[in-house]
């Protein structure tokens, strides 16, 4: 994948203790910037908040283990990379390293065949762990994305695929496959990394899933019967008093695990990677 780095261009540019205007300005200063402007203009973020939060010293002393993350980035997509079978060719798309603003940690954005992954590379809660494990859940989507059988009920190559059409064929069984996957690859790429790193919880909120899990189960069980409507799970209390969000990863993650080492027991990473091309109609616990 291309590797591009917006972050320290912008951080060059706005300088420490910078304004919510210096902030907009530097927008204009390199072409992805409008796409930074639109995300501000869509989620409503307040850039007085983000200038503040810059400018405290905290935010400044954080700038070194950024610009490490930054420097072994190339190394992590590599792994990967080498993971999926494809360090020749490369997965397709590009990473984009850029400010958070404070409001997001990282995303996998499609469009007609071509994958961004955009990661807020200094996000409050995300360290040089945290980013590894969320850089591998979102080069996972990518890997799933491109491989034939997962589109092809659609009837027409990914290209043709806009962006709309993309989100709308978005089935909820789809959905808790390519979560649950990109979950348990980025815990077999980086098992250094602590299991609630790779669900982006705090250590309360990993052990409200364990303690919880019969309910999960149960609630989770229901949802896909009645109206398949999985993505409510990514709020908080969806499931009972305290749930944190995002349950449906941690679930989808528990049982596609449990089925792949019942499918091929003591082979738990080939089928792994094998199972990211498979379309969401073979994941039979879903069904
Ligand atoms: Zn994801």
Known sequence: MRIRNFFDSFIKNVGPSPSAEAIVQSFNLFPEGE?????????????????????????GSRLGDIREFIRVVPRIVSHVEGIFGMRDSGLPGEIWLCPSLRVFDGFARYDSGAHRVILGVDHPDADAAYLRALMAHELSHVFRDHQPEVWSHLGKPLQNLSRAEYLEEQTAVEHLV???????????????????????????????????????????????????????????????????????????????????????????????VQAHSWSASRFTPFL
């Not at 930074?36 to 405290?56: G, P």
């Open 178 to 272: 390519s979560e649950g996957l990109a979950t348990l690859f980025s815990q077999f790429a980086y098992p250094d990394v602590p299991l609630q790193l790779h669900h982006y919880y705090e250590e309360h909120e990993w052990q409200w899933c364990l303690d919880h899990h019969a309910k999960i189960d149960r609630s989770l069980r229901s949802c896909l019967q009645i109206d398949q409507d999985v993505w409510s799970f990514y709020a908080e209390g969806r499931v009972g008093l305290g749930s944190p969000s995002r349950t449906q990863y941690y679930w989808a993650a528990h049982i596609i695990r449990e089925w792949l080492e019942r499918l091929a027991p003591g082979r738990y990473g080939e089928i792994l």
């Open 35 to 59: 796409f930074l402007r639109s995300l501000i203009e869509d989620w409503e973020v307040d850039l007085a908040q983000t200038a503040e939060w810059m400018s405290h010293p905290e935010y």
